[in-house]
């Protein structure tokens, strides 16, 4: 069966960290450029990280960048997504996808081939 598991969610205080990964079965990750997307309640999903199939190009929405880190083992046919100064703004339920495509396409709307269920990230004190 080909899916993508995410994992890593929970609660986290101001400030805090929390690492997410997406763990692939049935289908080898490191041919897929992966990305990180999430939702908040009554917004619409966006696009937060992007790494290629080739991990040369990463890409980060302005309002991550400098404060989380998207990564991948192959060994471990994982991406990671490590998330630190987590504010309250960053709460919401957080998506992985893979897809073929040559470059990082951080948009909900492309053709991703796989989306995971989701984890819920929650930063309240």
């Known amino acids: 069966q080909l899916q993508l598991v995410e994992s890593g969610g929970g609660l986290v205080q101001p400030g805090g960290s929390l690492r997410l990964s997406c763990a692939a079965s049935?289908?080898?990750?490191?041919?897929?450029?992966i990305g990180w997307f999430r939702q908040a309640p009554g917004k619409e999903r966006e696009g937060v990280s992007c790494i290629s199939s080739s991990d040369i190009n990463t890409y980060y929405a302005d309002s991550v960048k400098g404060r989380f880190t998207i990564s991948r083992d192959s060994a471990k046919n994982t991406v990671y997504l490590q998330m630190n100064s987590l504010k309250p703004e960053d709460a919401a339920v957080y998506y992985c996808a893979a897809a073929t495509f040559r470059t990082c396409v951080l948009s909900r709307r492309a053709p991703w081939n796989y989306w995971g269920k989701g984890t819920l990230v929650t930063v309240s004190s």
């Open positions: 049935g289908f080898t990750l490191d041919y897929y450029v």
